[in-house]
């Protein structure tokens, strides 16, 4: 990719309906076959039973959490991407009853620009600066160093669905100096509304989709690093 690089990625999977957390213990996941045996009997093994809220942290880096209105599962390593939705066929194929009415398949990327101008175009191009010179008029009696301070800071893109599906997909690209200088996260959002409100309609739409929102979500990423900063080169 020479002008930037992936440095973290992280794929999740979240649905919205009516779940019980209580009943997502470690042990009931193993004895139920969701997942292998572990030990997770460790201090701080990051494992939270409420009853209104469950969190889990499973072996590969696999996190799960559980509210009365919200399950969710992610991984930030890639090897594990894909397994998400076998995790979640497994669960809800036995939870058949939960009512599912909204899912969201998701993927985030950090990205690292090497060089500080490009980087500084990068948002030039994306969010141009002009427009808001001439409405906040006070920016150009600053001086230089305080007007370097405007700048793209979060930009979200609605974007229309390629399928029949009700939902959208929304791409974020934000500034996150919390990865270090020059580094952004680029967030795609594949959300569907499930129309009967049923976990298999869920289970059947993830199945046949969820890689497919991979793909297009790195795609989207590339195309627009890619598109960005070619004519930088």
């Known amino acids: 990719m020479g002008d930037w690089d992936i440095i973290s990625e992280e794929a999740s999977i979240v649905l919205v309906g009516n779940m019980n957390p ?3 213990h470690p042990e009931w996941l193993i004895r139920k076959e ?5 030990d997770y009997s460790q201090k701080n093994n990051g494992i939270v039973i ?7 942290e499973l072996p590969d880096e696999l996190k799960m959490t559980v509210l009365l209105e919200q399950f969710s599962i992610r991984s930030s390593r890639a090897s594990e991407h894909l397994s998400l939705q076998d995790m979640i ?4 194929t036995l939870l058949a009853e939960t009512p599912i ?6 993927y985030t990327s950090i990205i690292k620009i090497e060089d500080i101008d490009k ?11 002009q427009q808001w010179k001439e409405a906040a008029q006070f920016i150009n009696d600053l001086d230089e160093e305080k007007q370097k301070e405007l700048g793209l800071w979060e930009l979200t893109m609605n974007l229309p669905r390629p399928d029949d599906f009700d939902g959208y997909i929304r791409s974020k690209i934000a500034v996150f100096p919390q990865a ?7 967030n795609i959002n594949n959300h569907i509304e499930i129309r009967d409100k049923s976990a298999e309609t869920m289970i059947n739409i993830l199945e046949e989709h969820w890689a497919n929102s991979l ?5 989207l990423t590339e195309n627009i690093m890619e598109s960005q900063l070619r004519d930088q080169s």
């Open 119 to 129: 980087w500084k175009k990068f948002g030039l191009n994306l969010a141009p600066q």
């Open 180 to 186: 270090g200088q020059n580094t952004l996260s680029f």
């Open 22 to 24: 209580k009943i997502f």
């Open 101 to 106: 009415a909204k899912m969201g398949m998701n």
């Open 89 to 92: 066929v497994n669960i809800f």
């Open 215 to 219: 793909d297009l979500a790195k795609t």
């Open 50 to 56: 409420l009853p209104d809220m469950a969190q889990i």
């Open 34 to 38: 969701i997942v292998a045996d572990w």
